[in-house]
């Protein structure tokens, strides 16, 4: 095999740069161009091979060329101690080479997403926290931070709409008191907060009931720029998943009524609701539906921000095609089993004095049967 190959300084300045000049092991960080001690400026840098330069050095065994081994994708920038730590022969099995490839991919990720951050990026963190099961569910600054980069938030508590006071039930006193909570906090807290001033930009954290979910997207202006974020249940994480292809929709008409007869629109997504499960006399009328193409409704569908702006697709073409095919459409019956960000869009995408009411409604496991809630638009 031909001697070792020493990276060149193009490469090495661009290793520099992928990692923020700190060092790339797992939980150091370390600022590699001043001494934390004396504070002096040094380049306290090691440029590490994660395959060895040379087969007898640590993980060397390798089919890469020497050419390859010189490569930005085979070197960390590490500091004196982590260099050392790596490529002692005593810890080489400690630091295989797919570990060392994951320190590497994970810190310069994060580089680059920390570095993407800038003046324009701030948003008002809009938090709406309700009962699962009965039990709180609190959202985290720190889950938020993480979701909302390159972003940033603009200050430290944004504004929180707090429903974990509503008492236990689902009668109506329930839900106009919910309504009241996010009206009085929308209006008092986040316009009175912001005084004539509109936000850029708004980030949306959500737990609660669907309906009062809808109610709260219904509240918000579709003229400030809005993200809207999904708990992944299946990491408890906030944080939009990139990887894996995109969720599709497809609209069905599964009744036909007469003409001037009432429309529903049932939303099976994170799971099935029957056209018999609607009440009689709304059953009888136009029902569409739109669902999951190819994919059974679950409540881990939703994993990427792209599933949810598949869905906006689907919801605006529905409602433009009833405007089309229901000249004088007033309102829709509207029954959802659905994630909340989609409830939130449902709501907020409502265009006012165009897009029929929604007539919102909740399957009411006392009595087993769903019960008309609230409207909104």
């Known amino acids: 095999m031909a001697s070792r190959i020493k990276p060149d300084g193009i490469t090495v ?7 923020g000049g700190r060092c790339e092991f797992n939980g150091c960080n370390e600022y590699l161009l001043t001494d934390a001690l004396t504070l002096e400026e ?8 994660i395959v060895a330069a040379e087969p007898k050095g640590p993980r060397g065994e390798s089919e890469l060329s020497p050419e ?39 810190h310069e990720k994060r580089i680059l997403e920390l570095t993407g951050i800038k003046e324009g990026n701030k948003t008002l963190v809009l938090r709406l926290k309700g009962k699962i099961a009965g039990e709180a569910v609190s959202i985290s600054n720190s889950q938020i931070k993480n979701a909302i980069l390159p972003r940033y938030m603009a200050d430290s508590t944004g504004v929180e709409i707090d429903l974990t006071s509503l008492p236990d039930g689902d009668d109506a006193s329930y839900w106009e008191t919910g309504k009241q909570i996010i009206t009085q906090n929308i209006g008092e807290i986040f316009r009175a907060r912001i005084g ?12 609660g009931p669907i309906p009062l979910l809808i109610f709260l997207g219904n509240q918000l202006s579709n003229a400030v720029e809005t993200d ?6 299946d990491i408890e994480n906030w944080t939009w998943k990139t990887d894996g292809g995109t969720v599709r929709y497809k609209t069905n008409l599964l009744s036909k009524g007469e003409e001037g007869s009432s429309i529903a629109l049932i939303l099976s997504l994170s799971g099935p609701i029957k056209v ?16 999951l193409d190819n994919m059974t409704p679950s409540k881990l569908f939703m994993r990427k921000r792209e ?8 919801y605006r073409e529905f409602l433009s095609k009833i405007r089309e095919q ?16 989609v409830a939130v869009m449902c709501g907020r995408d409502l265009i006012k004095k165009t897009d029929p009411e929604l007539i919102i409604y909740d399957f009411n496991k006392s009595k087993g049967v769903f019960v008309e809630i609230l409207s909104v638009n």
Request: glycine fraction near 2%; aromatic fraction near 8%; charge should be negative.
């Open 228 to 233: 809207l974020y999904h708990l992944q249940k």
């Open 13 to 19: 300045l661009r290793l520099w740069v992928k990692a």
């Open 276 to 291: 018999e499960d609607l009440p009689e006399d709304i059953r009888g009328g136009w029902v569409y539906e739109i669902t």
């Open 326 to 341: 229901h000249h004088g459409v007033h309102e829709v019956h509207l029954f959802p089993a659905i994630p909340t960000p």
């Open 196 to 207: 004539k001033q509109q936000p850029d930009h708004i980030s949306v954290f959500a737990i």
């Open 42 to 49: 040094a380049n306290l840098a090691n440029v590490a091979h």
């Open 307 to 314: 599933d949810l702006l598949e869905f906006k697709k689907s």
């Open 68 to 106: 390859d081994r010189s490569k930005i994708e085979n070197l960390m920038l590490t500091c004196l101690v982590h260099h050392k730590v790596v490529d002692d022969k005593a810890l080489e099995k400690n630091f295989p080479v797919e570990l060392l490839q994951t320190y590497k991919k994970d």
